[in-house]
């Protein structure tokens, strides 16, 4: 059974970078699955940010792609998220997932941002 | 990239059937067979219950359906019942090897 497991702060300053890791268990990264991460924030829908293969090609949602970098750590079973910049409009619950499709997710992890 | 279009909400009474719509453009949902849909309860994870347009994974009921016409896709729920009252998200694929997902609709079970 797969399972992913985000982790990292719960709260980033202003201006500064919001970093998360995605521990992927029961499955290798080295796949035909993209692995994702979508965010949330209170009370609106999903947003795509982005994903990365186990070629380490990359695909970015164009609004984010000047601040996100999505890497992966294929001998430690694990993908990460970083988005500089952040401001309070980047407050959301943050889930990765293995693509397409969508399935499974990780349980989110809720980042806020502020000082 | 643009959202796609859901309407914000629908509601059905228990028994009945509604359909959530979801329009895109034929750079995503026009123009390839991978729309999916998200079931998603309050707090909760989303959790795929539909995918290549019209595909069932195992495990979700055979009430749910997904359909396709044009830029818009489709998910119906027949025999409503109240355990299917949350917030439906659809998906798309885009031309431009990216991802897009509507605004959600949040499903109310009379």
């Known amino acids: 059974q797969v399972q992913l497991q985000e982790s990292g702060p719960g709260l980033v300053k202003p201006s500064g970078t919001l970093s998360l890791t995605c521990a992927v268990s029961g499955a290798s990264m080295i796949s035909t699955y993209w692995w994702s991460w979508v965010r949330q924030p209170p009370g609106k829908g999903l947003e795509w940010i982005g994903e990365v293969y186990h070629t380490e090609s990359t695909n970015y949602n164009p609004s984010l792609k000047s601040r996100v970098t999505i890497s992966l750590d294929k001998s430690n079973n694990l993908f990460s998220l970083k988005l500089n910049s952040v401001t309070a409009a980047d407050t959301a619950v943050y889930y990765c997932?293995?693509?397409?499709?969508?399935?499974?997710w990780g349980q989110g992890i809720l980042v806020t941002v502020s000082s | 990239q643009s959202a796609l279009t859901q309407p914000a909400s629908v509601s059905g009474s228990l028994g009945q059937s509604i359909t959530i719509s979801c329009t895109g453009t034929s750079n995503d949902v026009g123009g390839y067979n991978y729309v999916s849909w998200y079931q998603q309860y309050p707090g909760k994870a989303p959790k795929v219950i539909m995918h290549d347009v019209s595909h069932r994974p195992s495990g979700v009921s055979d009430r749910f359906s997904g359909s396709k016409s044009g830029n818009t896709a489709s998910l119906t729920i027949s025999g409503l019942q109240a355990e299917d009252e949350a917030h439906y998200h659809c998906m798309s694929y885009t031309s431009s090897s990216r991802r897009v997902f509507g605004g959600g609709t949040k499903l109310t079970v009379l």
């Open positions: 997932a293995r693509v397409p499709p969508f399935d499974p």
